[in-house]
């Protein structure tokens, strides 16, 4: 009983494997017609993911084109609408950052209808793709008469253990039928991202914050919580170095309101004479420095964070800017220091300063 328990594996094992009289010649022959088959089918594939690959290059270089020259259109606007505003006076300031605001809003539009008749475009070219059938299985060489049984045999066993790690959608390229056109389903599925971005955008959009309207509800909140009042300052390229002034007299630190062009001539001095503190920070379009310092004395040319450090040092204050999101401090705060308020507008008034006073004043 024993003995033939242990028989039954080996005898299963053995009528699983090719019978014995079947000659080396013969499997070589079904093996070689097998991995003909594999070889084919593996060129095939490799010729679809090449192509495409191409495409998929080709229609990613286009979009990183269109939006390349969507960042130079944004970059040359946003320098338009800084010269603008810089001429704007006082009474054409609100006609200007309307104007402003719809070269943005055509801007937007226009690339929009761009990146969407590009999309358009690569959906209405795109022609089905050829998938082509699978070679057809061939017949192995007829095995000698009387043998036929066992090279079938042998055949079945082949099909099982190697076809089955072909992928099955390249197993049933040969199959009739519909054939799948890919890269339609792959622009369908560009399109559908496109759409889903659009989407979020929009809704993102929908939630923005209306900056003007936040930067005068926080410059309303500091003046009411520090007991100031906005002394209006004019809007001719100087209302830095203006408001800068009328600071330092109202804080006692001049007897009388000094002109902007002294202002300008303090902070260009002591600039020039301290290279070190404020050269490595100029922006390539302000160099050279010699030219630069000149502006600052003699032109409309906007002063900034550098001139305000220029200035703390001239006159030995610290000056308070009220901005959104944040106030920033220039100078050191301690006893005895006096602090000059101004405020700084980026949105609801175009890049302007104004002078902020006590309310007792």
Excluded at 54 to 79: F, P
Excluded at 119 to 140: N, R, W, Y
Excluded at 246 to 268: M, P
Excluded at 314 to 334: M, S
Aim: glycine share 6%.
């Amino acid at each position: 009983m024993g003995d033939a328990a242990e028989q039954a594996p080996a005898a299963a094992a053995a009528a699983s494997l090719p019978p014995a009289d079947t000659t080396k010649s013969e499997l070589d022959a079904v093996l070689a017609h097998h991995e003909k088959i594999l070889n084919g089918q593996k060129n095939e594939v490799e010729t679809i993911v090449n192509g495409q690959k191409k495409e998929i290059e080709n229609i990613l270089a286009t979009h990183e084109a269109v939006r390349a020259r969507h960042r130079k259109e944004i970059r040359d606007l946003q320098s338009r609408v800084t010269q603008k505003k810089k001429n704007a006076t006082k009474k054409t300031r609100k006609k200007v950052n309307d104007e402003c605001l719809e070269m943005e809003r055509q801007l937007t539009e226009k690339q929009k209808a761009e990146m969407a008749s590009l999309d358009l475009q690569c959906e209405g070219g795109a022609e089905p793709e050829p998938v082509s059938e699978s070679e057809e299985e061939q017949p192995p060489p007829s095995p000698e008469k009387g043998k036929t049984h066992d090279v079938d045999a042998v055949t079945a066993k082949l099909q099982e253990t190697t076809l089955d790690s072909i992928p099955p959608q390249q197993q049933t390229a040969g199959a009739p039928g519909k054939k799948r056109n890919r890269q339609k389903e792959r622009l369908a599925r560009r399109q559908a991202e496109i759409e889903a971005a659009s989407a979020k955008a929009q809704e993102e959009a929908s939630k923005m914050t209306d900056h003007r309207a936040v930067e005068r509800v926080y410059v309303d909140g500091v003046m009411k919580r520090e007991g100031l009042v906005e002394h209006e300052i004019l809007a001719d390229g100087h209302c830095l170095f203006s408001a800068i002034a009328d600071q330092l007299h109202h804080r006692g630190v001049t007897e009388e309101t000094l002109d902007y062009k002294e202002i300008r001539k303090q902070a260009a001095d002591y600039m020039e004479k301290n290279p070190e503190d404020f050269e490595p920070f100029l922006e390539p379009d302000q160099k050279p420095w010699e030219t630069y310092l000149r502006n600052i004395r003699h032109t409309t040319t906007w002063g900034g964070q550098m001139e305000m450090q220029a200035l703390v040092k001239v006159y030995g204050v610290a000056i308070r800017v009220v901005q959104t999101p944040k106030d920033e401090i220039i100078g050191e705060l301690g006893e005895g220091v006096k602090v000059l308020w101004v405020v700084f507008y980026k949105s609801s008034m175009g890049m302007h300063y104004n002078s902020l006073r006590t309310r007792d004043s």
